[in-house]
């Protein structure tokens, strides 16, 4: 196929398009700075976009870090615009081009707090920042769906690799022996290893049945409690300092809440699609991240 990819700069971005490559996809990569060569286009997030003739499928990751910066008002509203205004201009160009299908970015934060609930992709929204975030962010591919392209929306849990995301930013406090749960650790883990991730999104861009959102996360939930046990003993380093909430509130204001928040997300598109996971357990996951290159 002819793929646009959009948002593709970052941890999930550029393995995606070597992934896509290697599969003999061609891949055209939307730049904001002067294209470098034939398989970059310069655009502008905000402004109308013709795509390239003959693309079969646009797949948009754009959106700034949620846990990249603290959480001002400034920065909040940044998360917003920058995920929802390129979705829009893209879902539009989606449609008047009439562009088969549109792979959109999506976060699990649709679903709120669960608690120990367990949520599929029938699960209704929560009702804080995120999940407000999530649901202004899906809503703008409309014009996409209104014009019958085929629209799968990632809710994307934790993809799990030593060299960014999740995984990254825990790795040299547990190595140091300084890692260990958040709080009582009973918030479940939304995880997903990175190879799995890339393996689900290039599964639900040739999948034909696969529509809607779905769930980008692994087989098997666990407890941060359970998650830390599991990387503590991958990394050979013990994991007994519980992290009080007020320091992650100090370091990360608002966005330190997130990381109390239970998401038991469960796959259920990707389960009933038959995608044939390659890590389906925490264990297998970490091993994984902490031992495997990228693809590149």
């Known amino acids: 196929m002819r793929i646009v990819v959009a948002g593709a700069s970052g941890f999930l971005g550029q393995p995606l398009l070597s992934t896509l490559r290697s599969a003999g996809h061609e891949v055209i990569q939307l730049v904001r700075r002067p294209a470098a060569d034939p398989s970059e286009r310069q655009w502008d997030p905000a402004e109308p976009i013709r795509l390239p003739d003959g693309t079969d499928a646009v797949v948009n990751l754009c959106g ?9 008002d400034e920065y909040q509203a940044l998360i917003l615009s920058s995920r929802v205004v390129p979705t829009a201009t893209l879902a539009r160009a989606v449609a008047a081009q009439r562009i088969p299908v549109l792979v959109n970015a999506s976060g699990v934060g649709f679903y709120g707090e669960t608690g120990d609930r367990e949520v599929t992709e029938l699960s209704p929204p929560g009702d804080d920042f995120l999940a407000g975030v999530s649901i202004h962010w899906e809503e703008a591919t409309a014009p996409a769906v209104t014009a019958g392209s085929r629209v799968v929306l990632l809710r994307t849990g934790y993809p799990l690799h030593r060299d960014g995301g999740f995984l990254k930013a825990q790795l040299v406090p547990f190595k140091m022996g300084l890692g260990g749960r ?9 995880w997903i290893s990175l190879y799995d991730w890339l393996g689900a999104a290039q599964f639900v861009l040739d999948d034909d049945r696969v529509e809607g959102p779905v769930n980008m996360v692994g087989p098997a939930p666990v407890t941060n409690a359970q998650f830390t046990r599991a990387f503590g003993a991958e990394l050979h380093r013990p994991t007994v300092m519980p992290i009080p909430k007020a320091a992650l509130k100090i370091l990360y204001g608002e966005f330190g809440n997130e990381a109390y928040r239970s998401l038991r997300v469960m796959p259920g598109a990707l389960t009933a699609a038959g995608f044939p996971y390659r890590h389906r357990t925490i264990s297998q996951a970490l091993h994984a991240a902490l031992t495997d290159p990228v693809p590149a």
């Open 64 to 72: 700034v870090g949620v846990g990249d910066r603290r959480w001002t």
């Open 182 to 190: 958040l709080g009582n650790g009973r918030q479940w883990v939304p």
